[in-house]
């Protein structure tokens, strides 16, 4: 059986991102791919209970940036092991909406956490393991606090002000124009309407998951 893909959609809160990952699990579900939606941290029981956790800690100011980066690894290692791994050796595509690229957002460029550890504990829990591609969807800092400011969904990270957004706005940028991880990233302009969004990621789709499948990577 043909390996499967792993596809994850980043950003900062209020780029979108939730909405198009449903839209591109359609898309791609009507073109006849078995898709697989999940989140991250979460997507499994066990890792939905540490995400609860996380952002418990969080707004209470109990843990600090490399607290969260132990705790988000630990949710997706399980979350790795019992749901993306075998759902890509079953050649499924797997979206997910956030990866390790958040920890090193969130935790390293806008929390002041150590990017060298969060890059080491990427490697170790990841054994290899790396998306096909990450589609970053962009927007500037101040969009993002206007978005999030109608639209609250109980996540303490996008309680925070205009300057943790633009560390996080100039580390996703920094990520993407060096390939972090070496892996594929995708700009999008999240600035656009919603539909035209949705067609820039679909061309990308088409790119990544419309050629032969890549065999390279064995679990």
Not at 23 to 51: C, H, M, Q, W
Not at 65 to 87: E, G, M, Y
Not at 95 to 115: I, P
Request: aromatic share 10%; proline share 2%; glycine share 10%.
């Amino acid at each position: 059986m043909e390996r499967g893909k792993f596809i994850v959609f980043e950003g900062v809160g209020g780029c979108g991102k939730t909405t198009q990952i449903k839209n591109a699990g359609n898309y791609l579900t009507e073109k006849g791919f078995d898709v697989i939606v999940t989140r991250e941290p979460g997507g499994v029981e066990a890792s939905e209970k540490i995400r609860d956790l996380i952002f418990k800690l969080k707004s209470e100011g109990i843990a600090n940036a490399d607290h969260q980066t132990a705790l988000f690894f630990a949710s997706r290692c399980i979350w790795l092991d019992s749901l993306v791994k075998p759902s890509i050796r079953k050649g499924k595509i797997v979206l997910s909406d956030r990866f390790d690229s958040s920890t090193n957002a969130y935790q390293g460029w806008a929390e002041g956490g150590n990017k060298k550890t969060i890059e080491r504990f990427s490697e170790a829990v990841s054994d290899g393991f790396k998306p096909d591609a990450i589609i970053l969807i962009r927007v500037s800092a101040q969009i993002a606090i206007e978005r999030k400011s109608k639209n609250k969904e109980g996540d303490p990270f996008d309680n925070e002000d205009l300057n943790y957004f633009k560390k996080l706005v100039a580390g996703y940028d920094d990520m993407a124009k060096n390939k972090w991880r070496g892996i594929s990233w995708f700009v999008v302009n999240g600035e656009k309407s919603m539909k035209e969004v949705a067609g820039d990621i679909n061309a990308i789709l088409d790119k990544v998951v419309g050629g032969e499948r890549n065999d390279r990577q064995n679990f």
